[in-house]
């Protein structure tokens, strides 16, 4: 059974790598903005300048479960939207029939348009970020831990060619679980749009399946802290924040060697984070990020 299961989530995984949905699709020549504010850093995609609900860069902004369109406070598994009747019990996004209501299973691994709180609350052409996304940002990008009007947070700021200097700002909001309001102004969780954790190893500009680390009860994120910034998983129905993009044409960008030579920093957060990364870049291996 854990053969067959490991099997059926690589599967799954090489149809996203091999498939065109999210990663090729272009917004119009205009951005179906809505009024709501960007910076063009020359990246495949155009990086909103606020989180969903927030009205400075710096705002945590609102929290929301994966796959959820509306913010909220109370963040359990009675609370979320794809359980049915808590843990074990999910009925959407869901490749594990043990994990899935009455043997439930289905092939979405990426959220669905009616499913991105992005899209769903600022709709044009917004929606959440891709793993690679996050990662593309990374390694195009000088990454400085810094403060802005006195929060801390990730400075990302392009090495592109034409788009030096432009630059956002992740802040750290922690996250909501459990009825508790963890890691505030000291680590930035972000959902991606991905079903699960795929070992994307920042850094390295790779991505290497790893079907041992997937677990159907989490969805993929990007992770930032002083120590850190790195891609990870973790339980669905936990309140994370959210920072928009919009996909713009395709571009060839080129991963200075210098940034694609270094490993990416590590830390720890004292919670279990799942997944496994490794690069064969380099030969450089991130290990297990369990935590």
Same mark, same amino acid.
């Given at each position: 059974?854990?053969?067959?299961?490991?099997f059926?989530? /690589?599967? /799954? !995984?090489?149809?996203? !790598?091999?498939s065109s949905?999210?990663?090729?699709?272009t917004?119009?020549?205009?951005?179906?903005? =809505?009024?709501?504010?960007? $910076?063009?850093?020359? &990246?495949?995609? !155009?990086?909103?300048?606020?989180?969903?609900? #927030?009205?400075?860069?710096?705002?945590?902004? @609102?929290?929301? +479960?994966?796959?959820e369109?509306?913010?909220?406070?109370?963040?359990?598994?009675?609370?979320?939207?794809?359980?049915?009747?808590?843990?074990?019990?999910l009925?959407?996004?869901?490749?594990?029939?043990?994990?899935? +209501? *009455?043997?439930?299973?289905? =092939?979405?691994?990426?959220l669905?348009?009616?499913d991105? #709180?992005?899209?769903?609350?600022?709709?044009?052409?917004?929606?959440?970020?891709?793993?690679?996304?996050?990662e593309? /940002?990374? &390694?195009n990008?000088?990454?400085?831990?810094?403060?802005?009007?006195? &929060?801390?947070?990730?400075?990302?700021?392009?090495?592109?060619?034409?788009?030096e200097?432009?630059?956002?700002? /992740?802040?750290?909001?922690?996250?909501k679980?459990?009825?508790?309001?963890?890691?505030?102004?000291?680590?930035?969780?972000?959902?991606?749009? *991905?079903?699960? @954790?795929?070992?994307?190893? &920042?850094?390295?500009?790779?991505?290497?399946?790893?079907?041992?680390?997937?677990?159907?009860?989490? +969805?993929?994120?990007?992770r930032?802290?002083?120590?850190?910034?790195?891609?990870? %998983?973790?339980?669905?129905?936990?309140? !994370?924040?959210?920072?928009? $993009?919009?996909? $713009?044409?395709?571009?060839?960008?080129v991963?200075?060697?210098?940034?694609?030579?270094? +490993?990416p920093?590590?830390?720890?957060?004292?919670?279990?984070?799942?997944?496994?990364m490794?690069?064969? $870049?380099?030969?450089? %291996?991130?290990? *297990?990020?369990?935590?």
């Amino acid at each position: 059974m854990k053969t067959n299961k490991r099997f059926i989530g /690589l599967c /799954l !995984l090489l149809s996203v !790598l091999f498939s065109s949905s999210i990663y090729s699709q272009t917004s119009t020549v205009e951005p179906k903005t =809505n009024e709501h504010e960007y $910076v063009d850093m020359g &990246l495949s995609v !155009l990086w909103a300048t606020f989180n969903i609900g #927030a009205n400075t860069p710096e705002g945590s902004g @609102d929290y929301y +479960a994966w796959g959820e369109t509306v913010a909220k406070h109370d963040f359990t598994p009675k609370t979320y939207k794809w359980y049915k009747d808590g843990f074990g019990t999910l009925t959407k996004y869901c490749y594990d029939g043990e994990y899935g +209501a *009455d043997g439930y299973t289905d =092939n979405l691994i990426k959220l669905e348009p009616e499913d991105d #709180a992005a899209h769903v609350q600022w709709g044009g052409d917004w929606r959440m970020p891709s793993q690679m996304e996050f990662e593309e /940002l990374t &390694l195009n990008c000088t990454v400085e831990w810094t403060q802005l009007n006195g &929060l801390n947070g990730c400075r990302f700021t392009s090495n592109v060619k034409g788009y030096e200097g432009k630059s956002i700002f /992740l802040p750290c909001p922690g996250i909501k679980v459990n009825g508790q309001h963890m890691y505030d102004d000291e680590f930035g969780w972000y959902w991606t749009s *991905d079903y699960y @954790d795929y070992g994307v190893a &920042l850094g390295f500009n790779n991505l290497n399946p790893q079907p041992h680390s997937l677990n159907a009860e989490r +969805a993929g994120i990007f992770r930032i802290s002083k120590q850190y910034r790195d891609q990870g %998983s973790y339980i669905r129905n936990a309140g !994370l924040s959210i920072r928009p $993009v919009i996909k $713009v044409e395709v571009r060839n960008i080129v991963v200075p060697e210098s940034v694609a030579s270094k +490993a990416p920093m590590r830390g720890s957060t004292g919670q279990s984070m799942g997944g496994s990364m490794r690069s064969s $870049v380099g030969q450089h %291996s991130m290990g *297990d990020t369990s935590r």
